[in-house]
């Protein structure tokens, strides 16, 4: 691993696929620099949702980004359904996307001195942002189980059957969108590894991952 040429991992999948948490556990594993660049996303749709703006005007959605820096990556409000669906509308933006292009390769290829390496989680990691990342995974589920994780996240044992619909819905609509949409669409590349996680729990796919990112160091 030289300074020239950080090892990148780029993890790919939809909404509440559980990649943020491969992501964490794969960075703290490696001792590698974690960017989830959804968490950009989701900060611009904030800033558009708290100044009362509309997440579909370029316009609204543009000041959005002006103001990123001001905002807390980590604010578990940005973490909640409508922000991510509010995320998921700036997000099919090109303009929009290009404000974030440059910070996130910046990230993928500057580690800091005391990280072996870098991992981004996001939609076109592996197809945009990092084409030439080492390792590639597009990690996925069926919607109904994601849907079931975000339920359980959001609710914990308090959420009711029309929850659970709203936050499935919710997560069909920003499937589709994401999907769909024009400027780069979430899709696997052709080179990723694809990791279902439907039916296997979090310390399966973390295994499986490891097993995979090792054969390629
Ligand atoms: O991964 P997430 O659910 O936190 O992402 C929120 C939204 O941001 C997602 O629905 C689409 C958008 N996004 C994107 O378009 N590109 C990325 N690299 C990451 C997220």
Request: glycine share 6%; charged share 30%.
């Amino acid at each position: 691993m030289t300074a020239n040429k950080p090892f990148i991992i780029a993890i790919d999948g939809p909404a509440a696929s559980g990649k943020g948490t491969l992501a964490r556990r794969l960075a703290e594993h490696y001792n590698f620099a974690l960017l989830d660049t959804g968490a950009l996303y989701r900060a611009v749709g904030w800033n558009v949702i708290r100044a009362g703006g509309d997440p579909e005007n370029e316009s609204d959605a543009l000041k959005g980004t002006k103001i990123l820096s001001e905002v807390n990556l980590n604010n578990p409000e940005l973490r909640t359904e409508p922000i991510g669906a509010a995320a998921s509308k700036v997000a099919s933006m090109p303009a929009v996307r290009r404000t974030l292009v440059d910070f996130q390769r910046h990230f993928a290829h500057n580690p800091p001195t005391d990280k072996d390496g870098t991992i981004l989680d996001g939609r076109d990691i592996g197809t945009v942002i990092c084409p030439d990342a080492q390792v590639k995974i597009f990690i996925t589920a069926e919607v109904e189980t994601r849907a079931k994780r975000r339920f359980i996240e959001e609710y914990s044992e308090d959420g009711t059957a029309k929850e659970y619909s709203r936050i499935l819905e919710d997560l069909k609509v920003r499937d589709e969108r994401d999907m769909n949409r024009a400027a780069s669409p979430l899709k696997k590349a052709e080179n990723a590894h694809l990791i279902n996680t439907t039916n296997s729990d979090i310390e399966a796919v973390f295994e499986a991952a490891v097993k995979f990112v090792s054969s390629k160091m």
